[in-house]
């Protein structure tokens, strides 16, 4: 019995090995493939430093010229609004700061 499970666990792998060889996949290369993120912040996080002083969208563009991102600043007593309606629209930022008394909102998609 044990030698029938060990031929058919083989086998039943060779098969799945065999399936697997069939399918064509096109890769993309990263570094050919632009890339656009979103950078939302409010009023009081350093943000005029990140935007203006020492931009993070300028450093990040030395790093890699493929990725690009735009920043973007909301008052801080409009934040909350603003994030929630976006997360209820399905329409986040790629990076965005979360704030404790808010983090609930959001667990779905801080996973």
């Known amino acids: 019995m044990k030698r029938y499970l060990k031929a058919l666990g083989v086998g039943t792998m ?10 064509q996949k096109t890769v993309v290369k990263v570094e ?21 002083t020492n931009s993070l969208a300028e450093a990040y563009k030395k790093i890699d010229q493929n990725v690009t991102i735009k920043m973007e600043k909301i008052p801080a007593t409009e934040y909350d609004n603003t ?28 996973q």
């Open 83 to 110: 994030m929630k309606i976006r997360n209820s629209a399905q329409k986040l930022p790629d990076i965005f700061p979360v704030r404790v008394v808010t983090m609930e909102s959001f667990k779905t998609v801080l």
């Open 32 to 52: 050919d493939k632009k890339i656009d993120l979103t950078f939302v912040t409010f009023s009081g996080t350093g943000e005029e430093y990140m935007m203006d």
């Open 14 to 23: 060779l098969f799945m090995a065999a399936c697997g060889e069939g399918e």
